[in-house]
């Protein structure tokens, strides 16, 4: 029977030894059963085509227990694969463009909602944002993980306020009062409040808007329309023992604006986190106001 060594190594059945973060790092998390691993497969988005998901079926049978589990960041793990065979099925898959997930202190695949190329609400277009952030920066080094969600609305299905970074579509309503039949469709339609028929006129009180939208989708009349798109940021977000929700940075950012945000992030990240240390728990050490300067146009 094959054995554990140390927990920086472990030893298959033919006596070779295997560096444990050198597996951690292709997807290989170790099990409680001795020698058996969850292999993390990267999953951008949520999104995977049928092709891959046969292959990645094939895999869990041929070297797993013939299931798959996902995760709650949209991740794919076969469990119970054996040592031996880690190897042999990275290497499988890695063929089919299915690569291991992130762990450790590394950004971890980007995770989004089906945005507005799916779902109704939807504001943005997650899942083209939420690869062209992954292609960018998935897999690079950090004081510790570093998790990114992309949500399509304010529904915030995807939890922004609970990533190290999170991104939330939104929209700025305007009102085109010469339009306005007073019909109260929008009122009806705003779940805030934040939208009311005053002498056949809409208005929206601006402290209460959350930017969702819903008021344009409902008006029939181009009484109200989009004045700007774009996105909400979120930082410093995380779940887990000691949660932390993520503090509002910016609304209705730009793309521009996002990316170079992102960029500065991660540098003031490198710079000033300490080994070990969130990002939420760097800003708190350190002030949100200071970053604000480093990060902010
Ligand atoms: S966050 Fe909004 S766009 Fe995304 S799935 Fe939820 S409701 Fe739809
Ligand atoms: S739905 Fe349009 S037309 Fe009706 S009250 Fe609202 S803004 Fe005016
Ligand atoms: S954008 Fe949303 S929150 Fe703002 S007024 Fe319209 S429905 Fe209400």
Redesign the pocket.
Known sequence: MSAATTHDEVTCMNEKKVDLASLKSKGFLPQRQENMFSMRLKVVSGNLDAEKLREIADAAEKYGSGYVHITSRQQIEIPFVKLEAAEEASYELEKQGISGGSAGKRVRAVVACQGDRVCRNGLIDCQNLACRIDEKYFGEAVPKKLKIAVTGC?SACMRPQENDFGVMGT???EILEENCAGCKR?EK???????KVLEDKAR???E?????????A?CRKDA?RAEKTGCTIFVGGKAGRQPRQGTKLLELADETQLFSILEKTFEYYRKEGLDGERFGELLDRLGIEKYREEVLP
């Open positions: 304010p929209v700025k309503p929008c339609a705003c779940k805030v409040g934040a939208i929206i009180d601006t209460k808007c959350i930017l969702c939208g819903a008021c344009i409902a109200l």
